[in-house]
Nanobody, 127 residues
Framework: QVQLAESGGGLVQAGGSLRLSCTFS????????MGWFRQAPGKEREFVAA????????YYSDSVKGRFTISRDSAKNMVYLQMNSLKPEDTAVYYC????????????????????WGQGTQVTVSS
């Protein structure tokens, strides 16, 4: 089974940066597409960013495009989310997710396409 563990969350001022990390273990990392989602209080979980198995293709929500960067390190079985120019509206619990058999780019954006999830890490951006 896949285990995912996020780290790197915290409190940061608006305009600041954070880098989230996700440790992947249990199965073959290279077989999985990886994504980041977030959930703010009282809101539904939403897509943030995702990358293909090689990391060669990346996908972002419009709200974070140009500010966040997803990457993966196959040697370390890690996925990262570099978050720059943070805004108070980025405050949420951020979740790492893994999925397989994405035969369409649209699936990267779909919560239901990911079968494995981490426990989440809190990101709070103060104004």
């Amino acid at each position: 089974q896949v285990q995912l563990a996020e780290s790197g969350g915290g409190l940061v001022q608006a305009g600041g940066s954070l880098r989230l990390s996700c440790t992947f273990s249990g199965l073959t990392f290279s077989r999985y597409m990886m994504g980041w989602f977030r959930q703010a209080p009282g809101k539904e979980r939403e897509f943030v960013a995702a990358c293909s198995r090689t990391g060669g293709n990346t996908y972002y929500s419009d709200s974070v495009k140009g500010r966040f960067t997803i990457s993966r390190d196959s040697a370390k079985n890690m996925v990262y989310l570099q978050m720059n120019s943070l805004k108070p509206e980025d405050t949420a619990v951020y979740y790492c997710a893994a999925g397989t058999n994405f035969n369409s780019p649209s699936l990267y954006y779909a919560i239901g396409a990911y079968g494995d999830w981490g426990q989440g890490t809190q990101v709070t951006v103060s104004s």
